[in-house]
């Protein structure tokens, strides 16, 4: 097998397991969950049969641990789809360098994902160790495709600039992580302060660290993939294509640069980082109209950009406005009433962001290295995946936001909009998913041209 199909194969494959891992962890699949081995009991932040709600927080070493399962599985699945996304990214670079990079970058997802998980779910210092690194190899395999990438238009210009602000982000990461130990009990305790009210947590360095991190990180990975996805079309070089990329490059250097402000300054640095994403978005949103080249492909970045809008953008609009004042929803968003609601609703918008670079990413794969989109089925799997992921990501909305203030207690058993909306979408998200992985698979080892090594 050459080594560009063995990265072709590897990083969807790694991506489908580790997302499959942790779908397994999920009420509904307690049976299978046992079955194979893993806790039948998840203590943290659980459903309460008893109760008919779900705590937020679980007191104790058990709450304490639920945080640190969190923080180890949002770095498995960052991993495996930064992965993902580099392998078509390299694709320019010549055949020594993209072997390098691939397979530091695949060592390290592989890491970091098994590592991090082993510790979480199973214990071991030395799966941490494997954890750490891991994002060692991908910060190196990142700093190498950066120090090697060719900017031939304003497409990878930017990417440039996506790939260098993350290296930063990177380093707040790391300065976080090598601080926990001699901190972690404050640390922890700012941790489960901010479930309640991020407020509460504002006085924490670390807590304001990680909030730096982790919303740099989110925002230049999206921005990273769609620049991806647009480097196959072409954006033309009229005044709007232009325009359209030069405000991208303004929106994420300032939606980055606020975000690291957070770390020093706390919240006055979020006032900035909301009118920069919003930059960021319409521009990509432009750029993306405003591109020529494979149809599927374009409509696909487009429609992502639409469910950004439908999904984060503008719910986080009315919830970011209603805060600490009854403009939207009465009494305030940050009033103790909606505790659960805020905590659901963050929570949730780290999915719908994750998703959506996992969609974006097979729209991507399903042009490169072969364009798949002659064959019915392939478009069958890319719009069946991102319609599901819209439906999904737009009426989990509903469930976050329709539930009035007051005794809060969701019930991800019964509730209209899971039940109805959401859990159908999702369901239809993972029949397109499948069926786009097993055509990526027929593709590798069965149909079209040999790829090139």
Not at 145 to 156: A, S, Y
């Amino acid at each position: 097998m050459c080594r560009r199909r063995l990265h072709l194969v590897a990083a969807p494959t790694l991506l489908v397991v580790t997302v499959g891992f942790l779908i397994l962890l999920s009420p509904q699949f307690t049976d299978v969950r046992v079955a194979i081995g893993l806790p039948k009991h998840l203590p943290g932040s659980r459903f309460n049969s008893t109760i008919g709600a779900a705590e937020i927080l679980a007191p104790g070493e058990a709450g304490e641990e639920y945080l640190g399962r969190l923080t180890f599985a949002y770095h498995a699945v960052f991993a495996t789809l930064l992965y993902a996304t580099l392998v078509p990214a390299v694709r320019t670079l010549d055949e020594r360098l993209r072997r390098s990079i691939l397979s530091l970058a695949g060592a390290g997802a592989v890491a970091t994902a098994l590592g991090g998980l082993a510790y979480a779910y199973g214990g071991g210092f030395l799966w941490h160790g494997t954890f750490v690194a891991g994002l060692a190899f991908l910060f190196c395999s990142g700093v190498l495709f950066l120090l090697n990438l060719r900017t031939p238009d304003l497409v990878w210009v930017n990417l440039a600039v996506t790939v260098l602000l993350m290296m930063v982000g990177g380093l707040i990461g790391g300065w976080l992580g090598s601080s926990f130990m001699e901190h972690r009990p404050e640390f922890l305790e700012a941790l489960a302060k901010a479930r309640f009210n991020p407020d509460l947590a504002e006085e924490n360095i670390f807590w304001r660290a990680l909030t730096a991190h982790e919303h740099a990180m989110v925002a230049l990975a999206l921005t990273a993939v769609f620049l991806v996805g647009l480097s196959f079309l072409d954006v033309p070089e009229t005044r709007s294509g232009r325009w359209s990329m030069y405000f991208v490059l303004v929106g994420q250097v300032l939606t980055a640069s606020a975000s690291f402000a957070v770390w020093l300054a706390g919240k006055v640095a979020h006032l900035v980082i909301t009118p920069a994403a919003l930059l960021l978005v319409v521009a990509t949103t432009a750029a993306g109209l405003a591109s020529k080249g494979p149809r599927h492909l374009r409509l696909g970045l487009v429609a992502g950009n639409l469910v950004l809008w439908a999904s984060v953008i503008v719910p986080g609009a009315l919830v970011a406005a209603s805060l600490r004042k009854p403009l939207f929803f009465d009494p305030p968003f940050r009033d103790p009433a909606w505790d659960w609601a805020e905590l659901a609703f963050n929570v949730g918008h780290w999915h719908i962001l994750l998703g959506l670079w996992g969609a974006v990413l097979l729209f991507v794969y399903a042009h490169w290295p072969e364009d798949l989109t002659s064959s019915s089925l392939a478009r069958l799997a890319l719009w069946l995946a991102m319609g599901g992921f819209a439906v999904a990501a737009v009426s989990v909305n509903l469930y976050m936001l329709a539930n009035p203030p007051g005794p809060y207690s969701p019930n991800p058993y019964d509730n209209i909009y899971l039940r109805y909306l959401v859990e159908p979408g999702l369901v239809a998200m993972s029949l397109g998913v499948a069926l786009g992985y097993l055509t990526l698979l027929a593709r590798e080892f069965g149909l079209g041209h040999e790829p090139e090594d």
